[in-house]
C-alpha cells in the first residue's frame, strides 16, 4: 500500500502521543496486560528526550495525524541508536515503517553516524534485517528481566557505497 505521508521532527508537546502510539504498537504482537505494564516505563516518552540534543525524535504524519514515529540517540561521534521505531497498527504494512526506518539511516548518516544500533522486538527481527540489520548479539530487556532481545546493527557508510555502486553512482568523480 502507498499513503502520503509527512516526515517531520516531533514537537515538545507529543511525548504523551508519542508515548501512547508505541504502547498501541507494542500491543499489536499479542502481548498479555501483564507484560505490557511491565513494558509501560520503557515505552514511554519523556519530555526531556525531546528537549535534549543527545535525541531525536521523527514522526510520520498521515492527514495530519501522527500514525508512527522513530528515536535516534547519539552514542558517540559516530554511533547511534534506534531507541523506538512504532507504527500505529492499523498502519503496519503499509509502508510507513520502512519510509522511518530509511528516514533514520540517512539522519543518522547524515550527522557523522557511521553504524546504527537496533534493539528490536524479535517479531521485528525481519523487518531489521530487510533494513540491512545484521544480527550481532542479544540484550536483555531492561523491562522484563530473563527476556533477551535481538541486536541489529546496520553499517551505515558500507550501505551508501553499495547504493552507489547498485545505482551507478559509483564513477569518478562521484
Request: charged share 25%; with cysteine.
Amino acid at each position: 500500500m502507498s499513503m502520503d505521508i509527512v516526515i517531520r521532527n516531533a514537537r515538545r508537546d507529543e511525548a504523551s502521543e508519542l508515548s501512547g502510539l508505541a504502547m498501541r504498537s507494542k500491543a499489536y504482537w499479542g502481548y498479555s496486560r501483564e507484560f505490557m505494564d511491565a513494558c509501560r516505563e520503557e515505552l514511554s516518552v519523556p519530555q526531556s528526550h525531546l528537549e535534549n540534543s543527545r535525541f531525536c525524535y521523527v514522526v510520520a504524519e498521515h492527514h495530519g495525524v501522527i500514525v508512527g514515529y522513530y528515536a535516534l540517540e547519539r552514542l558517540s561521534a559516530a554511533e547511534f541508536e534506534l531507541e523506538a521505531l512504532f507504527v500505529e497498527p492499523r498502519y503496519i504494512g503499509s509502508g510507513i515503517g520502512r519510509a522511518l526506518i530509511t528516514h533514520a539511516k540517512k539522519r543518522a548518516e547524515t550527522a557523522g553516524g557511521r553504524t546504527l544500533i537496533i534493539q528490536g522486538d524479535p517479531n521485528a527481527e525481519n523487518f531489521y534485517r530487510a533494513a540491512g540489520g545484521r544480527l550481532t548479539g542479544k540484550r536483555e530487556s531492561a523491562s522484563i528481566p530473563g527476556r533477551f532481545l535481538p541486536i541489529f546493527k546496520i553499517c551505515l557508510t558500507e550501505e551508501s557505497v553499495a547504493q552507489k555502486v547498485f545505482s551507478g553512482r559509483n564513477r569518478h568523480g562521484d
